[in-house]
């Protein structure tokens, strides 16, 4: 992975430059504040900018055509965002046209190629020339002698990762983590093969993005889930976005606002940075908004908290609401706290007791502004609350989507149409996985029905999430890594740490459409799987196959491939799931085969075993499939006390220690996760670079750092151990002092292993505390 700058302007050039206009004389590098409509016209240009390098001209706009929309489509591999209610044939989204077509790629990276590269030389190549190589197209192993990977058969393969589980001394020497693209039939095999074998050491995605939202929901309505669906989106009042890039994480969410604005509801963005689709926005399949190039405003009030600071601005909102009260009786919902919630009283006498200076101090933003976002929010009948990794990825995480929860609990914005908490999942089937068994602390009422059903012998102990798998891999305690899907190595923090991890392992084994960084950097033996992609046709024995996943928003639906696979010896995720099982479970009853030929079969189990999906086969084909009980929706709530709990924590101090900033790291306008698209990020203007740190200029000039001067960044771990970057150009933004931002993969190397939440044991991957320096 490389950390050197990308730019090659030499400092000079840069002194030139003004803030409003980083462009450099070689075309390079460019930052010109972003004044344009999200999505618009801009987007489609991108889009078929994209297409002509990709070479899918042709199959990626008919493939988008099928996706999304009821009646044989493929889900979206990109948001987890929910499909049209309207089965709305065009909603889709630059980034989704990205996503399918990178899937459907037609170059195939096989023997030949890596015949050709020894694992060395791969090594140096950089993260975007790997996935630009195109799908993988059969087995291969890692052959040490050659330094090379060479092909294997399928049946060899599962034998060789069978035959090393087969051998561990203790199960829980091996971690299975999955990416949140798996569907949930191969998720229940996966977590199945997994208990079976007798660990529960499932990592997965979502312990780096929304563990904290699960555990928090949990907590306080005793379902780690939102509670709302997109017809609530459609008639709430006020709508607050926190801590999200909606344009480019979940542009979908575009249409949304802007439908909202123009019903005259109020969209209140809380965000260090004014992202786009905190501004104006252009829905592709409004076809008279596109020709005469008419945006929709999508938000109507900006807060720029800093990094780290949402929970005092929460609070803020929530002292001024008990505030109207006193002279306005409907400000709170009496009735409702009565009823349905617990520790109010407490919470109120916290509340109180929390002075406006500190919420300023804490959240910087003033009493005022926060006394605005009040005032929207007690005037709105019904209020929706939607937050991304903002919010998440903090020590706090899991007290600050609680006093989200507060906050609704106060005007009872819970359990009626167009109200409620509304997480923005990320990767497409991230929530099916943990419906359908992904999580290393599972109930023991879900492991007993497991048992009972699959007739297996499941372990009680809780098992290693994904920070707690690199640290066990680290130590030796982990020999075995099955990577169902993604790219562990680039996405978890303290780069060279989980490197060091991974190399550690007897066997790496990865399931993938492409390859990246994590089959480079790999154990004394490893394995490539390569799997057929969601766009793709998937046969078995009794017929074409259909998988299910569930959206942000609980609704569970069937996705059928349409394409040809990208190579007659790809295998599915299930088949790969069974192929694996079969040869590490040799006295297995579990019918492994019976499942493959048939997902019918494995929906039946699936029935059995999950709450809520009971006679799944028939609900799932239902139009625009079924949507899964959510009982806090019903004001049902499963937490000790049976009501809805306030939570009363203390403030956490986030304000930037003299001399420190904090840094959030983030994902730019055109990648997925760990997959560049390009080095450009569209909507905040910046052209060409990823190697930068946007920061608020008054901290730049303290530091003596003139606009697109070249910076050195060092991270200071709770421990006092100290991670650096060299060379990266800091851009002048719009960010309030003491925060900073930047683009993560690369700089997960700032991210200590040890820096995790005490909440949700997720790290701290927007929560880093770094200084900055010219570069020397
Ligand atoms: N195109 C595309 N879509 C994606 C992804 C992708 O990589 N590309 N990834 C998917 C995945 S897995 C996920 S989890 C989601 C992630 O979706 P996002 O949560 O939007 O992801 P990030 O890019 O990390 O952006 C976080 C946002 O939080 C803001 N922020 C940073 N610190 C704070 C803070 O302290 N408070 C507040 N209020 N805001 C803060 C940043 O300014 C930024 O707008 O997107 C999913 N969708
Ligand atoms: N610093 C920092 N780090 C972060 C974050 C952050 O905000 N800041 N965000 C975190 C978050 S929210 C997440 S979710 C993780 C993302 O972590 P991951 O989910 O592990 O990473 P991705 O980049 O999404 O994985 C991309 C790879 O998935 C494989 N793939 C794609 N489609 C399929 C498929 O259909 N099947 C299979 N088997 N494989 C497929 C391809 O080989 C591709 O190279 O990163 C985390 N890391
Ligand atoms: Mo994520």
Redesign the pocket.
Same mark, same amino acid.
């Given at each position: 992975m490389s950390v050197e700058p990308e730019n090659k302007k030499d400092k000079k050039d840069k002194k030139a430059n003004t803030a409003n206009d980083g462009k450099d004389e070689n075309g390079e590098f460019r930052f010109r504040p972003y004044d344009h409509p999200a999505a618009g016209w801009g987007a489609a240009t991108s889009v078929t900018r994209f297409l002509a390098r990709e070479g899918e001209f042709f199959n990626g706009p008919r493939a988008t055509m099928r996706m999304n929309h009821e009646g044989g489509g493929f889900d979206c591999?990109g948001c987890a965002w929910p499909d049209d209610l309207k089965g709305l044939h065009l909603d889709i989204c630059e980034n989704g046209i990205k996503h399918v077509s990178w899937?459907m790629t037609r170059k195939p990276v096989g023997r030949d190629f890596f015949a050709a590269h020894t694992v060395g030389e791969l090594s140096g190549w950089s993260d975007a020339a790997l996935?630009d190589q195109g799908r993988?197209t059969e087995p291969m192993r890692y052959d040490p002698v050659t330094d090379r990977y060479v092909p294997i058969s399928w049946a060899d393969a599962f034998e060789l990762a069978g035959r090393a589980l087969r051998e561990l001394d203790d199960p829980n020497q091996a971690a299975f983590?999955t990416?949140?693209?798996?569907g949930n039939e191969a998720t229940f095999l996966y977590q199945l093969l997994a208990r079976e074998l007798g660990t529960n050491n499932l990592p997965d995605?979502?312990n780096?993005?929304h563990e904290a939202s699960g555990r928090a929901l949990q907590a306080s309505l005793g379902t780690g889930k939102g509670t709302v669906d997109l017809k609530d989106w459609e008639v709430a009042d006020a709508l607050f976005i926190m801590g999200v890039n909606a344009a480019s994480n979940a542009p979908r969410m575009l249409t949304s606002l802007v439908e909202a604005y123009k019903r005259g509801a109020q969209i209140v963005h809380i965000n260090p940075l004014i992202e786009a689709a905190a501004r104006r926005a252009i829905i592709p399949h409004e076809f008279v908004a596109m020709a005469t190039f008419r945006a929709t405003p999508t938000g109507t009030l900006n807060l720029q908290p800093r990094i780290g600071g949402d929970m005092a601005l929460l609070r803020g909102m929530a002292k001024a609401v008990l505030d109207e009260a006193r002279t306005d009786p409907k400000a709170l919902d009496d009735e409702f706290i009565k009823r349905h919630t617990s520790g109010f009283a407490e919470y109120r006498a916290v509340c109180e007791a929390t002075h406006w200076e500190e919420i300023e101090h804490q959240s910087g933003v003033t009493r005022t502004d926060i006394r605005k976002a009040a005032r929207v929010y007690c005037d709105a009948d019904r209020s929706i609350f939607s937050w991304c990794?903002g919010v998440t990825?903090h020590d706090h995480g899991v007290d600050t989507v609680r006093e989200i929860v507060n906050l609704l609990l106060l005007r009872g914005n819970l359990g009626r149409e167009g109200a409620g908490p509304s997480p923005v999942r990320?990767?497409s089937n991230?929530q099916g996985n943990r419906t359908c068994g992904i999580d290393h602390r599972p109930t023991e009422e879900f492991l007993g029905r497991l048992a009972e059903v699959c007739e297996i012998d499941a372990p009680l102990a809780h098992g290693l999430d994904t920070v707690g798998t690199i640290e066990a891999m680290h130590r030796g305690d982990v020999t075995i890594f099955v990577?169902?899907?993604?790219?562990?190595a680039?996405?978890?923090?303290d780069t060279p740490y989980t490197f060091d991890a991974l190399q550690k392992c007897r066997l790496t084994v990865?399931?993938? =459409?492409?390859?990246?960084r994590?089959h480079l950097v790999h154990g004394r033996e490893a394995l490539i799987l390569p799997?057929?992609?969601?766009t793709e046709k998937d046969h078995q024995r009794s017929g074409l196959q259909s998988t299910s996943v569930e959206d942000s928003m609980s609704m569970v639906h069937l996705s059928v491939g349409m394409k040809r696979p990208a190579s007659p010896h790809l295998l599915s995720?299930p088949a790969i799931v069974a192929g694996i099982a079969r040869a590490a479970l040799p006295g297995s009853a579990t019918p492994w085969d019976a499942y493959v030929e048939d997902y019918d079969r494995i929906r039946d189990t699936m029935s059995h075993v999950l709450d809520g999906f009971e006679d799944f086969n028939r609900r799932v084909r239902l139009p625009l499939g079924f949507r899964l009980r959510q009982p806090a929706r019903e004001l049902v709530f499963g937490t000790p006390s049976g009501c809805a709990e306030f939570s009363s924590a203390p403030l956490p101090d986030v304000v930037p220690a003299q001399g420190t900033l904090i840094l959030g =790291?983030?994902?730019s306008h055109d990648q997925?996760? =760990?997959?560049i698209y390009s080095d450009s990020d569209r909507y905040r203007g910046v052209e060409h670079l990823r190697t930068l740190i946007f920061m608020n200029a008054d901290d730049m000039r303290e530091r003596g750092v003139g606009d697109f001067d070249r910076v050195d960044i060092t991270s200071i771990a709770r421990d006092g151990s100290r991670r650096s970057v060299h060379g990266y150009t800091a851009i002048p933004y719009d960010i309030p002092r003491g925060s900073a931002a930047g683009y993560?993969?690369e700089?997960?190397v700032l991210?200590a292993i040890g820096d995790y939440s005490t909440q949700s044991d997720q790290?701290l991957?927007?929560n880093v505390t770094v200084t900055v320096h010219p570069a020397t």
């Open positions: 591999p899937e996935e993988l983590y990416s949140g693209r798996l995605c979502s780096m993005c990794l990825q990320g990767h991230v990577g169902m899907g993604g790219n562990f680039l996405a978890a923090p990865q399931v993938s =459409t492409k390859l990246n994590s799997c057929l992609g969601r995720e =790291t983030m994902r997925w996760n =760990t997959t993560m993969p700089l997960n991210c790290p991957m927007k």
